[in-house]
């Protein structure tokens, strides 16, 4: 009976359609247009604290391409979107001994803390300059590159404020972008143009290369000692010695729009992240690769060659913040734009041979480890922050 009814409904849905015109058929049959996925994983993941806790014993987004990674990566921890609501999220670092991250929100002006014991979230510098990348050096300070001011700054143990670098040559920076510490107490940083906008930090006063034509107006909304720069050097990465004396260690026909960079644990190499053409740029602009440097005893660098251009499965994971694990492999932001699935993190062999993925639902800026056994890797992607716990450590300080 249920088997006659069933035929019976399905005889006049039939019936139906064929009264139906062909045209208008056809119309209805037409596919609507394919929404981009908002998450990787399939069935589709709710990175939210809404969502359901992980049930895989290894989480399916950080993936193995090599099996040296299966000692790097943690079986049972799963990827924890920890906050969002950044516009542009940057510079993650992490202070040992306050036990928290701090990271720069970019746009937005300001710098977050994320604190480790109960998972609050609070606005730790308001304003930031503009604030881009974070570190905290081998004594505790935290260090900081200011796209607005266009400077780098150290925060001292007393609360004051110490600008390390503002001008090379007589000449104002352009926008200080990541730096990291030396155990010989120098400072190295990269110094690209990305700051000289209005999403970022500000343009050109009128006439510079980022406002040639001066229709843009820099000190809108700032304070009334902003709005006189023009940018005057070319791109450079840069070495600050303990006395002050700040010295150029790599130009732009070596490492063109240098971005994210780090140290090898033991000091003797230096990776610098090269990405593409910012405001103002008259070379074509890095091609989203990373170049790797012996550093002498007199702390020159030599030896250059490309480490990886980070070409995977045929798409572009270009790179922007790096770091080092204590065994030299590097794990490496990743900007792979609209192909979804590859944007999140890619880990390096010292050798530039990829051995694992993380995916991520977001294009990600920067990463750090911290925790306090310095081994969950922080990652600020787009508008949120991301963290994952490893099995290895990060070289330190974060």
């Not at 049930?55 to 040296?68: E, I, K, S």
């Not at 150029?248 to 026909?253: H, L, N, R, S, Y």
């Not at 140290?263 to 090269?274: A, G, M, N, R, W």
Request: glycine share 12%; hydrophobic share 35%.
């Amino acid at each position: 009976m249920q088997r006659r009814k069933l035929i019976c409904g399905a005889g006049a849905t039939l019936g139906t359609a064929m009264l139906v015109p062909q045209g208008v058929r056809a119309q209805a049959a037409k596919p609507s247009p394919v929404e981009p996925p908002s998450t990787i994983t399939q069935p589709p993941r709710d990175f939210s604290r809404r969502g359901a806790p992980t049930t895989y014993f290894t989480d399916p987004d950080v993936l193995t391409v090599d099996p040296a990674f299966d000692g790097l990566r943690q079986p049972n921890a799963p990827i924890q979107r920890l906050w969002t609501g950044a516009l542009w999220a940057e510079g993650p670092a992490w202070n040992s001994v306050g036990r928290f991250l701090v990271w720069s929100d970019i746009p937005n002006n300001r710098q977050l803390r994320w604190s480790e014991d109960d998972g609050h979230v609070s606005v730790f510098r308001l304003p930031s300059n503009n604030s881009n990348g974070n570190s905290f050096d081998f004594q505790g300070r935290q260090l900081s590159c200011e796209h607005l001011t266009r400077r780098v700054v150290r925060y001292e143990l007393d609360g004051s404020v110490t600008i390390l670098a503002s001008t090379f040559n007589g000449k104002r920076l352009n926008s200080p972008n990541d730096i990291v510490s030396h155990p010989d107490g120098s400072y190295w940083f990269t110094d690209p143009p990305y700051g000289a906008q209005l999403y970022e930090g500000t343009v050109d006063a009128a006439g510079g290369p980022a406002n040639k034509a001066g229709r843009l107006n820099p000190r809108l909304g700032q304070p009334p000692e902003i709005g006189t720069y023009k940018r005057e050097l070319p791109t450079a990465v840069y070495r600050l010695d303990k006395s002050g004396t700040l010295t150029q260690v790599a130009g732009e026909d070596i490492v063109p729009d240098p971005n994210g960079l780090c140290f090898s644990p033991d000091f003797k190499k230096l990776y610098i992240v090269s990405t593409g053409q910012g405001p103002g740029d008259t070379i074509p602009g890095g091609k989203g690769d990373m170049h790797v440097f012996d550093v002498g005893a007199d702390n020159k660098l030599s030896g250059g060659k490309l480490f990886s251009n980070f070409m995977i499965d045929g798409v572009k994971c270009g790179p922007d913040g790096v770091r080092a694990d204590v065994d030299g492999n590097l794990w490496c932001s990743s900007n792979a734009g609209r192909n979804v699935g590859y944007s999140g993190v890619t880990v390096w062999t010292p050798q530039g041979k990829l051995i694992g993925r993380i995916r991520l639902p977001e294009v990600c800026g920067n990463v750090c480890f911290g925790g306090p056994k310095r081994n969950r890797l922080f990652m600020a992607a787009s508008q949120s922050l991301y963290a994952v716990y490893t099995a290895t450590q990060g070289a330190a300080p974060a």
